[in-house]
């Protein structure tokens, strides 16, 4: 579905509670559409808001179907083409009260306006050329951002910075689609626009800057959703009594019974302004229990799933005859290893056997996470090993799984292309992996899309955004 088709859907005017459902002080109710004025006029009782200019707030009463007044509101106007949506949007500033919410959402619809769907202003924002398709998505994360690091990504990507690079990207592609193809056009003329090795290069660019943004995805998702991290060990090594200890909080049940965790037990915390997604796991032995061993099996697969790894071995028994099958799982994974229960015993036989297994490099702590000693300093060694790019006001960095999707696409697309120059493979073949190229980036912005995916994103956004 194209933009001209999109917007050919917008031509009736919608309203919707913007703020949060439930009480409070104020709330906060939009409009958008061609009769937004219009309506709010028919139970308007202030000044005339056909003669009011865009960006303006009034005072006034709002009016029910009977002529009975609902509240005193704030009207604010916002002319388009400069709002939100790219449409005529009023938004009303009224006393908090459900019942009042409610009646003056359905006092708007009685004098004629149609409740929105969820989503449905940003989609018009996106239909009027307001934003792209991937500033859209960023609104909604904005809205979900649990972090500074994710909101600090997710305003950069709603701003544009996002769209920047890859209209950078577009405009390299379509250079190279225009080589390839004027190349084409004057092959019987034996004319060359540009040599093999200037469109190689060219080409090699692209993939560096697609993989960049796709590589970004692997720290934009965990920046996004929270970092996971896997407490691993053996079983009574105290990883239960490490989470609570990390989280300040008795979420995992402690017992010095063999086995007690059966299954995964997750909670966030923030540290450095990024989001932490802590996951207690069954303790690893053979078990001929049924139910142990399903638990064991979630403990590999929160292995897997986890950018960091923090193994607990207990001091006082330093048993690692499961060392070998924890440390191959987790090859590849940023892992710290800790000494736990310091307080009863030293750690000076335990790290000395951990030194003989352990990868070059692995950093090792020794702490009690029953007394909580030396937690804070295992707070700072997670934030250091996780190694989070910085996220500042020029960082791009990928966060939705529907961009790398085609990211990786993309880059396959360029992949081939690269592989065609170097065996000599025809300028038209080149210029179909071009195309399919630039089909995966265009996904991305919206400029290449379908209303099935469009109404994939929007229907997770609030009503009234």
Not at 106 to 112: E, F, K, R, S, Y
Not at 379 to 386: C, G, H, Y
Request: charged fraction near 25%.
């Amino acid at each position: 579905m194209n933009i001209t088709e999109l917007t050919s859907l917008t031509d009736d005017t919608i309203c919707a509670i913007s703020t949060p459902q439930g009480r409070g002080g104020i709330a906060v109710i939009r409009m958008s559409g061609p009769q937004a004025l219009e309506i709010v006029q028919r139970r308007w009782q202030g000044k005339n808001l056909a003669d009011m200019t865009s960006h303006t707030v009034h005072l006034g009463h709002l009016m029910d179907s009977h002529g009975e007044v609902l509240d005193q509101a704030l009207l604010t106007i916002y002319r388009a083409p400069n709002s939100f949506t790219g449409e005529d949007v009023v938004e009303l500033s009224c006393h908090g009260s459900t019942w009042i919410q409610q009646q003056v959402v359905q006092t708007l619809i009685d004098a004629g306006c149609r409740h929105a769907t969820a989503g449905e202003f940003t989609r018009r924002a996106f239909a009027n050329g307001r934003m792209d398709l991937s500033q859209a998505e960023a609104v909604a994360d904005v809205i979900e951002a649990q972090s500074r690091a994710a909101h600090h990504v997710a305003m950069n990507q709603m701003r544009g910075r996002y769209s920047d690079e890859l209209k950078g990207l577009r405009d390299k592609l379509l250079h190279f689609v225009a080589l390839i193809e004027l190349e084409l056009d004057f092959s019987e003329e034996d004319v060359t626009f540009a040599e093999r090795s200037e469109v190689t290069t060219l080409a090699h660019e692209i993939h560096d800057l697609i993989s960049r943004l796709a590589d970004s995805y692997r720290d934009g998702n965990a920046i996004r959703n929270g970092m996971p991290v896997a407490i691993v060990g053996q079983t009574n090594a105290g990883k239960s009594t490490l989470l609570n200890a990390l989280l300040r909080d008795d979420r995992a049940l402690v017992s010095n019974i063999h086995g007690t965790t059966r299954d995964t037990i997750e909670d966030t915390v923030m540290m450095g302004g990024t989001l932490y997604r802590f996951i207690d796991t069954a303790g690893i032995r053979q078990s001929n229990d049924a139910v142990e061993r399903m638990g064991i099996e979630r403990t590999w697969q929160a292995i897997d799933k986890a950018n960091v790894v923090l193994w607990v071995v207990d001091v006082t028994s330093a048993d690692t005859s499961m060392a070998h099958d924890i440390l191959t799982r987790c090859s590849g994974k940023a892992l710290i290893a800790i000494l736990n229960k310091t307080d009863l015993d030293d750690d000076v036989a335990a790290r000395s056997e951990l030194n003989h297994l352990l990868p070059e490099g692995t950093p090792v702590v020794a702490i009690s996470a029953k007394s909580e000693s030396d937690i804070e300093g295992l707070r700072d060694l997670i934030v250091k090993t996780a190694a989070l790019p910085d996220v500042n006001a020029d960082a791009v960095i990928v966060t939705n799984a529907r961009h790398y999707q085609a990211l990786t696409r993309a880059r396959d697309a360029i992949a081939r292309a690269i592989d065609g120059l170097d065996s000599g493979l025809s300028s038209d073949l080149l210029g179909q992996d071009i195309r399919e190229c630039l089909h995966w980036l265009g996904e991305i912005t919206g400029e290449i899309t379908t209303d099935h995916i469009l109404g994939e994103i929007f229907a997770h956004f609030c009503v009234g955004k």
